[in-house]
């Protein structure tokens, strides 16, 4: 069902449409402001605390994983990666089939085809979220734009994850269901 949902979300984004998410940016917001970090600055010296807030943080921006519970993100956020890439370096190209996401802890990520930009993605923002969930050739090139350090998930992660808590599961499938709907 969810690669139904995921294939008719991809027919739609195709037709350039985009669906509107005033109450998700809204609940970001607030979260941001309740939850503190230190200055931003290597993590070396971080404790294992501060490493796990700052990527819980980032994990909380993606709206996958909008309806889990706190001890639900503290659980995704001792399992994923960190990885960096340098200015240039290229994380997924269009048309690769990819089984991997991205939260950008740090840096920014140029999305684009070719010469043709259509976004640059800074810190909490997330991409490569279809490949998770259909296993769909990437619509897009992402390159790092400046250094970035940024969270991968891969689809083994996040499914197994989905699987021991249905409540995860139902909550991927109503974002899913919930993006189509807007576009329509």
Known sequence: ??????????????RGQAADKPELEQRHAEVAAT??????????GWTKDEVILRRVLVLQKIDLFVH?????FIWLAQRVEEVAYEPGEVICRAGDFGDTMYGIIEGSIRVHRGSEEYAVLQ?????????????GPRSADCTAKEAAVLLQLHRDQVLTFCFQNIDVLRSMMRVIADRLRGMV
């Open 1 to 14: 069902m969810m690669k139904l949902l995921s294939r008719r979300l991809r027919s739609e984004l195709e």
């Open 35 to 44: 939850l503190q970090l230190p200055e931003t600055r290597p993590t070396e």
């Open 68 to 72: 889990l519970a706190p001890e639900d």
């Open 123 to 135: 810190e909490g923002a997330f991409f490569g979220e279809m490949a998770i969930i259909d296993s």
